[in-house]
């Protein structure tokens, strides 16, 4: 079986949707899948004239292929695209989730985006989801037939990431990391403004993830830190290296991501394999991804709750070891990529 994984953009970019593309090439790479990645340039999912027509006309210079992997943020963004090569080859759909629920858009965009995607989907084969929740998304949005629709979650790396056994909270200050690309959906704002009315509590706010998808969000930010003066508890560090993310897991007392939204939410199943308490929200696919005994999630956007849970635990060492335990508990029923992507190919098998 020969497969073209298509995207668009750079791969290497940050975020997670790139890593599961990453991971699960990778792994197939290894095992000996025939796959080719191709990458696409363009503005998507809100590409050009010409960018569309550059896309569709790349078809005819596609090697031979049994199947099409197209990402979703290039097939959700040209419904044109996905026709023109469905008529080439059985395309799959791999959607992280819909780009129409994606935090800070106007409605006029999120309506064109989901009319977009929901006509593009008419010349797909099969989607793939990151999760339960949306998959049932995508069934009910976009009026596709659940049937065709498959769950593929995330993996986790535990070879080099030893699970927690011991008390890391020998530290009197409360070591706090949010790991995520500063966008909207992310929930820093939120963040930050909860933890200001935390500050006579010792702790403090390590963030990881890049901060140029938008720079005026991130410069938000860092004025709310200046006037709330929490520079001296509140640091951005951008993208990172593994060693240096791994170096900050180490030292982490909780994990907190306060997101408008996840499709799955691959942090904080990292955090959770760590053994790492959690504290997120109940938006999207989150309170499948945490499971009660790992942290507490509360209602997105509600700062005050979400205030009350960091309190909770930055001050409760009983509370966070209860967590901790639950985590380490858990580890073990989140798949590795090499799973995920052993699943992901016997889906592709019936296509072949």
């Not at 044109?80 to 090569?85: I, S």
């Not at 629920?101 to 989801?129: C, Y």
């Not at 390590?206 to 709310?224: N, R, Y």
Request: charged content about 20%; overall charge negative; glycine content about 8%.
């Amino acid at each position: 079986m020969r497969i073209l994984f298509i995207i668009s953009g750079d791969i290497n970019l940050p975020t997670g949707g790139y890593r599961y593309d990453r991971e699960i090439i990778s792994v197939w790479k290894n095992s000996g899948v025939d796959i080719e990645l191709i990458s696409l340039e363009g503005n998507y999912p809100l590409p050009g004239k010409e960018e569309e027509i550059h896309a569709i006309e790349s078809i005819n210079n596609f090697h031979e292929a049994d199947l099409a992997i197209v990402d979703g943020l290039l097939g959700g963004g040209s419904p044109e695209f996905l026709e023109a090569l469905s008529k080439k080859l059985p395309v799959v759909a791999l959607i992280h989730h819909p780009l129409c629920l994606e935090n800070g858009l106007d409605k006029s965009t999120a309506r064109f985006l989901e009319e977009r995607e929901k006509q593009g989907l008419e010349f797909v084969s099969k989607v793939i989801t990151t999760s339960p929740a949306t998959s049932r998304t995508v069934a009910s949005l976009f009026e596709f037939n659940p049937e065709l629709i498959h769950t593929v979650l995330p993996g986790v790396e535990r070879g080099r990431k030893s699970i927690r056994n011991i008390n890391t909270d020998n530290n009197p200050c409360i070591n706090l990391l949010c790991v995520g690309s500063v966008i909207e959906r992310k929930g820093h704002k939120d963040l930050l403004l909860s933890l200001s009315t935390l500050q006579h509590l010792d702790w403090h706010l390590d963030c990881i993830g890049s901060t140029q998808f938008d720079q005026p969000l991130f410069q938000e930010l860092i004025a709310i830190v200046k006037q709330e003066t929490l520079g001296k508890k509140v640091k951005f560090h951008g993208t990172v290296n593994e060693d240096v993310l791994e170096n900050a897991y180490e030292k982490t007392s909780i994990f907190v991501l306060p997101s408008l939204f996840e499709g799955y939410g691959m942090a904080y199943a990292e955090a959770i394999v760590r053994g790492i308490p959690v504290i997120g929200t109940t938006a999207g696919a989150i309170p499948q991804t945490v499971p009660d005994n790992c942290g507490i999630l509360v209602e997105p956007s509600n700062t005050s709750l979400l205030a009350q849970a960091l309190e909770k635990l930055i001050t409760n060492e009983n509370l966070r070891a209860k967590y901790r335990n639950g985590a380490i508990a858990e580890e073990p029923n989140f798949p590795t990529w090499e799973s995920a992507a052993g699943q992901f190919a016997e889906i592709l098998k019936e296509l072949s």
